[in-house]
């Protein structure tokens, strides 16, 4: 996992990871990623991060508190999800899925879809 932003303020920051939808989900204790498991496991991972880095339970919080984007890609399933998380209530406030494909090599091409069907790039 990539953490990008000033833990130290917590003035936002952005995560990105790269990894199995399984271990993402079996952290929720369910079959699917949506965004409320995928924002409690990249809190979980920031928490024990920061947490392990400076032996401060509350500088472990505020960057928790922060999380404002969250990107996962898992490459085994050629997809991912992107989070926005709402900096007052502290929930997610909107999602897109991801898809990518590698089948050509790196970077690859990926595109983005919302919930109301909206294609980018379009096809």
Known sequence: MY???DQE???GIGAVLCGSAVTVAAFGGTRI???ETLLAYVRHRVWAYVYSN??????ATRAVQAIRII???DPSIGGGLWVDVDP?????AASL???MDLLDGLPG????FTPGGFTYPPD
């Open 54 to 59: 400076t032996r401060s339970a509350a500088q």
């Open 71 to 73: 990107v996962f890609l």
């Open 33 to 35: 990623v949506d965004a």
């Open 88 to 92: 007052l209530s502290q929930l997610p």
């Open 9 to 11: 303020t917590a003035s």
């Open 3 to 5: 953490v990008a932003g």
């Open 97 to 99: 899925l991801i898809e």
């Open 109 to 112: 091409r990926f595109r983005v």
